[in-house]
């Protein structure tokens, strides 16, 4: 059975760094890109950036480029995105997702399959 | 960027009443493109992908429609677990970007 688990949530002062993870299990890991999304209070679904765990190529959305960094240690088959200086309006719902690929009418089709079950983050001074 | 624009944003709504929800891109996105069911507090569930493909487990009221630029989410006989909060998200380029979501309340 395919998982996603995240660790859990985290209470963090402006300015202080953050490293949350995602561990991923029930698959071949290298073989499918892991994105971040974000999800503000009350808010819609952002998505942030992904890594191939195979290579560590990332692609970032310009929105959060220079904000995070993704990173991946396939070795055990976990996602992390980290701050290194949080502010108060980093204070969201992040769920990680796997990225699948399936052929229909004979084109790839990617979308995101299974999603951790969210870390809340809350920076408050 | 793609942006993605759906319609309505809020739409009330009874037990039984055939729903559609759209989702109109900036520029063409062939059918890259997969709706989101979320309830408070959850991850979203993946409802459909390539536009109409329906993911296994989804119940067949659920039907997706539509390419290039413009697609539809419809809900033949709405049930009292399907209201929620629905996203379209397109996957053609880089970077990945979601509707604004539409919110499904009972009338």
């Known amino acids: 059975e395919v998982q996603l688990v995240q660790s859990g949530a985290e209470v963090k002062k402006p300015g202080e760094s953050l490293k949350i993870s995602c561990k991923a299990s029930g698959y071949i890991y290298g073989t499918y890109w892991i994105a971040w999304v974000r999800q503000m209070p009350g808010k819609g679904l952002e998505w942030m950036g992904i890594?191939?765990?195979?290579?560590?190529?990332?692609k970032y959305s310009p929105s959060f480029q220079g904000q995070v960094t993704i990173s991946v240690d396939k070795s055990i088959t976990t996602a992390y995105l980290q701050w290194s200086s949080l502010k108060a309006s980093d204070t969201a719902m992040y769920f990680c997702?796997?990225?699948?690929?399936?052929?229909?009418?004979?084109?790839?089709?990617?979308?995101?399959?299974?999603w951790g079950q969210g870390t809340l983050v809350t920076v408050s001074s | 960027d793609i942006q993605l624009t759906q319609s309505p944003s809020f739409l009330s709504a009874s037990v039984g009443d055939r729903v559609t929800i759209t989702c109109r891109a900036s520029q063409g996105i062939s059918s890259y493109l997969a709706w989101y069911q979320q309830k408070p507090g959850k991850a979203p569930k993946l409802l459909i992908y390539a536009a109409s493909t329906l993911q296994s487990g989804v119940p067949s009221r659920f039907s997706g429609s539509g390419s290039g630029t413009g697609f539809a989410l419809t809900i033949s006989s709405l049930q009292p677990e399907d209201f929620a909060t629905y996203y379209c998200l397109q996957l053609n380029s880089y970077p990945l970007t979601f509707g604004g979501g539409t919110k499904v309340e009972i009338k």
């Open positions: 890594i191939y765990p195979g290579d560590s190529d990332t």
């Open positions: 997702v796997r990225r699948r690929g399936t052929l229909v009418r004979g084109s790839l089709s990617y979308y995101f399959d299974y």
